[in-house]
């Protein structure tokens, strides 16, 4: 059997092969001092935000479906347990941040943290970059949003509070599964559905705006769509979304050998759905096309979500993107010299 545990970087000419038992796998952590951005512009029409941060490369939360892992081989690594182990923090983030947010190119659209990994990955405990970029943005009243899967976020309320006060903000809980043991099968070491509905539940009483993302739905196996949002309305979440599983680049391989590893009774009638709605391919890479399914199965899965969506009274004020807002409250802060200018 070709194992795919760690996918060759396409962008190597060379690989190593180990003989004998490969050596155990520990977290590794890379402080880039280099980078000169932060922001990143989005030009895909199938993603409902223009602009992101990502503090981190990688996610220790090692969900096996995740769409981002083909962008740790740009720095050399593969997009398997590397992408899981070898993590890459940005330490210069909040300066960054807080210059680009200086320049008088920016406009104060909304900053949604993160796309390409989680913003509350457990480094972030140490590091707090998340939450010293935070500051920056209430400092400033830009917009935020937040995708995440940790409960983490608990730490950050107060800010949160400020910057729905001043600005706006809000934080949505990516919660694909229901079931504990499936969650803890796809994504090992994110924390329980039960802790991010706990999460959410707490932000929402506090007077932040949530919302679920029911992201990635897996045909073939997700069946707990009504569940997933009866759960997240009950913890005080008015917005819903819900995306199909994407498999670019190394991530198929790697998905499918987990999946096989570790939900193996189910895995070929997943497969098999997964072609069904992406027209014969476990994957499709057209713009506009890339966060949807095609066919009658999945057109059910879309008509559940609608239904339920529609009963429980999520997305009522629905905007661009349907969840992610651009209300502008931007305001740059008066430098000392400028007083006297």
């Excluded at 330490?91 to 993160?114: C, I, N, T, Y």
């Excluded at 500051?135 to 995708?147: A, K, Q, S, T, Y």
């Excluded at 007077?207 to 005080?236: F, Q």
């Excluded at 009658?296 to 339920?308: C, D, M, P, S, T």
Aim: some cysteine; glycine content about 6%; charged content about 30%.
């Amino acid at each position: 059997m070709h194992y795919v545990n760690n996918p060759p970087n396409p962008w190597l000419k060379h690989t190593v092969e180990w003989l004998g038992e490969p050596p155990e796998a520990e977290l590794e952590v890379f402080e880039e001092t280099e980078t000169r951005s932060i922001i990143t512009r989005n030009n895909s029409p199938d993603v409902g935000f223009d602009y992101s941060v990502n503090c981190y490369r990688g996610c220790s939360h090692a969900c096996s479906y995740c769409f981002s892992r083909p962008t740790h081989e740009y720095l050399g690594f593969g997009a398997g347990t590397d992408f899981e182990r070898k993590i890459v923090v940005k330490v210069h983030a909040p300066e960054l941040l807080r210059r680009e947010l200086m320049r008088k190119s920016w406009q104060g659209d909304q900053l949604v943290f993160s796309f390409t990994s989680d913003p509350y990955v457990p480094l972030e405990t140490h590091y707090r970059l998340t939450r010293r970029c935070l500051e920056v943005c209430l400092e400033f009243r830009n917009p935020v949003g937040l995708v995440t899967k940790s409960a983490l976020v608990r730490r950050d309320i107060d800010i949160l509070l400020r910057l729905s006060e001043e600005a706006r903000a809000s934080v949505f809980f990516t919660i694909p599964f229901a079931d504990a043991d499936v969650a803890r099968a796809l994504e090992p070491f994110a924390p329980a559905p039960d802790a991010r509905f706990k999460a959410m539940r707490e932000l929402s009483e506090a007077g932040i705006e949530t919302g679920i993302g029911i992201a990635p739905v897996i045909p073939g196996l997700s069946t707990d769509i009504p569940e997933l949002l009866i759960r997240a309305h009950e913890a005080g979440a008015r917005h819903a979304f819900m995306t199909i599983l994407r498999l670019p680049g190394s991530v198929a391989p790697y998905f499918e050998e987990r999946l096989r590893e570790r939900l193996p009774l189910k895995a070929d009638r997943i497969i098999s759905r997964i072609r069904e709605a992406r027209e014969g391919r476990l994957n499709s890479s057209r713009f506009g096309e890339r966060m949807r399914g095609h066919g009658e199965y999945w057109k059910a899965i879309e008509q559940l979500f609608r239904i339920h969506a529609r009963r429980l009274g999520f997305n009522k004020q629905a905007e661009r993107g349907a969840y992610f807002h651009n209300e502008k409250t931007f305001r740059r802060p008066t430098l000392q010299g400028e007083l006297f200018d």
